[in-house]
């Protein structure tokens, strides 16, 4: 009789793109540049009051901090995804 509620859909890893950066604050500092979409064109990262990340001592670390928060922010997406 009843029907049952509507299953939330689960996520993949194919289902995210990441795309990092970093740019120049002053002579040595740096800091992370990411966007983080679940696809089909959904933003989930940077929202309204993220953190900057960093800064860093350069672009390298920067642009890897980024992406390890990134990494992070898709698997915690796919555990418990955002609508």
Avoid: C, W
């Avoid at 800091?31 to 309204?48: A, C, E, F, N, S």
């Amino acid at each position: 009789m009843g029907s049952e509620p509507p299953q939330p859909k689960s996520f993949t890893l194919d289902d995210y793109e990441l795309v990092t950066g970093y740019a120049v604050v002053n002579s040595t500092s740096y800091v992370g540049r990411l966007t983080v979409v679940r696809h089909p064109r959904k933003t989930i990262y940077p929202y309204d009051g993220a953190d900057v990340i960093g800064p860093y001592r350069t672009g390298y670390e920067a642009k890897a901090a980024a992406q390890a928060l990134g990494e992070r922010i898709v698997a915690n997406d796919i555990a418990t995804p955002e609508s």
